[in-house]
């Protein structure tokens, strides 16, 4: 059965009691989310069910399980996805340099009896947990939350194994058996989408689509995570951010670049934007010299005036 929600809400362990508690809880912890987030977060967490997250990199995805962690004060297991995973590096493995060990002590000891032998280096003695594994296992401070990162650079054959997993929250062992969560992990899995994911996948889950936030949402982003900055600047890094996005680039800066260059001018005691400035620091908000190049030079001038018409400043 999923964990329970409390009839409160608001201290370590306990599960929010409404979409406003769930709300308050992101607030509280400096993540600036929307209802819709806040009311599926909710849900998942209520049924029980896996939190599909999808959307560009660096919008906040991945922040959302940190934040579950640290409000409901339980351990965060993440199992970051790559192209090759495999069931070795995200469920378990046997240890075979003790098993070989075993085999040989008891060899020596004149150990004869073989199928006693296999029984005993097929223990989980020898076992070595991988995050999905510990996922299953009790924890003393609740079922802890999952992160599985990136789904979308795995392969199918991976997502085929997850299935039973996030099924009935069970992992096969060939030599011990199915391993059983007696209470859930909270799973929250996210996709940057550079490929499809199954549908029978997405099925089991519930799904939202994390996006870039508004002007309004991101500049009290920017207060709560970068409180240094000026509060001018900090409007200024908003709106340009945000005319940024409008342009035609290979990739948009995210949420996360918008924090890493308020955090980085603030480093260089930049009280108001200018051109100069921007273009020595492009490589904070854009990762790709083709876009640097798009927007540096005269582009960068004609932007901050079209911004500061806008902001009429």
Known sequence: MPPKPSAKSGSPGQIPASIDDTLALLTGADYVADRGLATVLYLALKMGRPLFLEGEAGVGKTEIAKVLSRTLGRKLIRLQCYEGLDVSSAVYEWNYAAQMMAIRLAEAAGETDRERLEHDVFSERYLVRRPLLQALEPHAEGPPVLLIDELDRTDEAFEAFLLEVLSDFQITIPELGAV??????????????????????????????????????????????????PKRLTAEIVAFVQYLRKQDLFKQPGV??????????????????????????????????????KIGGAKTERMLADMRAQMKI
Request: glycine share 4%; charged share 25%; proline share 6%.
């Open 180 to 229: 059983t969560a007696a209470q859930p992990p909270i799973v929250v899995i996210t996709s940057n989408r550079t490929r499809e994911v199954h549908d029978a996948l997405k099925r089991r889950c519930l799904y939202h689509w994390v996006g870039y936030p508004d002007a309004a949402r991101e500049m009290k982003i920017v207060q709560a995570r970068a409180p240094g900055a």
């Open 256 to 293: 996360a670049e918008t924090l890493d260059w308020a955090s980085a001018l603030h480093e260089l005691d930049v009280v108001a934007l200018d051109p100069q400035t921007v273009q020595d620091t492009l490589g904070v908000l854009l990762k790709y010299q083709d876009d640097i190049e």
